[in-house]
């Protein structure tokens, strides 16, 4: 499983892996301007900030 997350979220990346049963994933972390939809095609979840745009052209 890979899961896209906007760096901009603060201590993510701490929490996550504090948690065990998260080893199988796959986090890619990405600048809010990267998360584009060639990005997310092979992304099965995506974590953001509320400041970022999701619309149709984005989970196409």
């Known amino acids: 499983m890979k899961i896209a997350v906007d760096k901009g979220i ?9 948690i065990n049963g998260f080893d199988e994933i796959e986090f890619e972390y990405l600048q809010t301007q990267e998360i584009t ?3 997310l095609k092979d992304t099965e979840a ?3 900030r509320s400041t970022t745009l999701v619309d149709k052209a984005l989970l196409k």
């Not at 603060?10 to 504090?18: Q, R, Y």
């Open 37 to 39: 939809n060639d990005k």
């Open 46 to 48: 995506l974590f953001i």
């Open 10 to 18: 603060k201590s993510f990346e701490k929490i996550i892996t504090s």
